[in-house]
């Protein structure tokens, strides 16, 4: 079993992840968990995060639609 940073909440409370022998998380807790107060007393040290992904970059017409336009407006405003 070993522990890895799941997530910090907006308040800056750390969120470990319990990693059991098959690989399966089936627990959280935050550092006041007893069993894990145990397991970092016996030298151990959680795992890292997994990275963020990073979000795939967006079509011309997604960022058309985020700005709440058409191509037909935009051709209109461009005067094409």
Not at 15 to 43: M, N, S, V
Request: negative net charge.
């Amino acid at each position: 079993m070993t522990y890895k940073i799941y997530s910090i909440t907006d308040e800056g409370k750390t969120i470990y992840a319990r990693i059991d022998d098959d690989g399966k998380c089936r627990l959280t807790c935050t550092e006041d968990h007893e069993p894990f107060q145990e397991w970092l007393e016996e030298g151990n040290t959680p795992l890292p995060p997994d990275p963020i992904p990073e979000p795939e970059p967006l079509t011309a017409q997604q960022k058309l639609e985020a700005a709440g336009l058409t191509v037909e407006e935009l051709k209109d405003l461009l005067g094409l």
